[in-house]
Each structure stands twice: as structure tokens, then as C-alpha cells.
T-cell receptor, first 112, second 114 residues
């Protein structure tokens, strides 16, 4: 079945760039998402990319999609303490009208 | 954006109790979801509802049931709570259309079963 994999932890220094990686197995995925979960809160949609794009930029966030390798990444420039959170990657399988397949989440730890 | 609220942020229940978790949206979206979140396992779908009185089982429905009597409200029921149901429960509302399957989440209910 479909699967989405992420590393569980990433540690970076404040001010550096963070790169959170995700791999998925369903080559027919249509949309891919990044969600952010701050401590004690629910998930919020951070950004998304459609499968016919290979890059999307939104202020400090850059999403890169490599369809050939089924690899998605989220780059956060100039990482701040407020970026401390768990970041979830999710994909929409083709043909699904509701489902999201979720990664386990990457906890981003910011070192001063 | 849709606002999703959940009835409790924290809940402590005893083994064998019947537990109700409520989720309410402030709009009229058809798709609503219940997930549980456990460390290292990500989000696992328990149940999904695509309209009033309509539901589908997700990946881990055992030990749970749901109720959707009104469009804005989706309830998760633990018929007889067990310690392995201690978890964070997240409700989400799904948007159909252009951004297919985009979901908005409530703040979560952390349930402890003792």
C-alpha cells in the first residue's frame, strides 16, 4: 500500500536553514502537503504543491518535489525559535476523494 | 478558513467507561475525520464521515464508533475505554474542490485512560 516516510527528528541552529525530507511510494499522487503542529496544538496547513510542479516558494518556505525519486522536501530559511514544531508530510493518492496518507512527522529542534 | 473546535483539551477516564469526544465546525463542509496521533506513528485514521449519517471506517476503527446527526458535528465514541486508547485525538474537516483533500484540524483532545 501507499507509504510516506520521514525522519523523526531534525536539529538545526537558529538562523540556519532547515531541510525536512519526505519520501512517498504512490507515483500517482496529485497533491502533496506540509502541515505544522506546534506544541499542544492541532495541525495547520503550511503549504502544498501540485504534482505537476517541481518547486514552490512562499516567503521563508521552499518546497521541492522530485517526482522521479518520489522525494519531497521543505526548506525553512533563517530558522527561528517559533519554527519549533512537528512537520508532517502528507499525500493525496490518485482517485481518492478524501484520503490523506500521512508521514510520522519530523520534530524540528532549534538550538540557540 | 473553517474553525474546528473539540469539546475537551484534556480528558481522564477509567477503563470500561463510555467516552464521547465531540467535534464541531463553523461552516458547512461535508467531510469530517477522526484521527489518533501517537509518537512515531503519525496520524492514523479512525473514521471518516462524508455527510450526515454517512460514515466509513478508517485504518483503525476497532473499539470506536462515530455519530454524525448534524452536518456541523461529528462525535467519536469509545464504547468501553481501554488503556491502549490513551492517545491524542484529532478531528479534521476536509475541503473538497481545487485543493483536493486539504484538511483543517481542531486543537486535539489528549485522552488518558487509567
Amino acid at each position: 500500500g501507499e507509504d510516506v516516510e520521514q525522519s523523526l527528528f531534525l536539529s538545526v541552529r537558529e538562523g540556519d536553514s532547515s531541510v525536512i525530507n519526505c519520501t512517498y511510494t504512490d507515483s500517482s499522487s496529485t497533491y502533496l502537503y506540509w502541515y505544522k503542529q506546534e506544541p499542544g496544538a492541532g495541525l495547520q496547513l503550511l503549504t502544498y504543491i501540485f504534482s505537476n510542479m517541481d518547486m514552490k516558494q512562499d516567503q521563508r518556505l521552499t518546497v521541492l518535489l522530485n517526482k522521479k525519486d518520489k522525494h519531497l522536501s521543505l526548506r525553512i530559511a533563517d530558522t527561528q525559535t517559533g519554527d519549533s514544531a512537528i512537520y508532517f508530510c502528507a499525500e493525496t493518492p490518485q482517485g481518492s476523494n478524501y484520503q490523506l496518507i500521512w508521514g510520522a512527522g519530523t520534530k524540528l529542534i532549534i538550538k540557540p | 478558513d473553517v474553525k474546528v473546535t473539540q469539546s475537551s483539551r484534556y480528558l481522564v477516564k477509567r477503563t470500561g467507561e463510555k467516552v464521547f469526544l465531540e467535534c464541531v465546525q463553523d461552516m458547512d463542509h461535508e467531510n469530517m475525520f477522526w484521527y489518533r496521533q501517537d509518537p512515531g506513528l503519525g496520524l492514523r485514521l479512525i473514521y471518516f464521515s462524508y455527510d450526515v449519517k454517512m460514515k466509513e471506517k478508517g485504518d483503525i476503527p476497532e473499539g470506536y464508533s462515530v455519530s454524525r446527526e448534524k452536518k456541523e458535528r461529528f462525535s467519536l465514541i469509545l464504547e468501553s475505554a481501554s488503556t491502549n486508547q490513551t492517545s491524542m485525538y484529532l478531528c479534521a474537516v476536509g475541503l473538497a474542490g481545487e485543493r483536493l483533500n486539504e484538511q483543517y484540524f481542531g486543537p486535539g483532545t489528549r485522552l488518558t485512560v487509567t
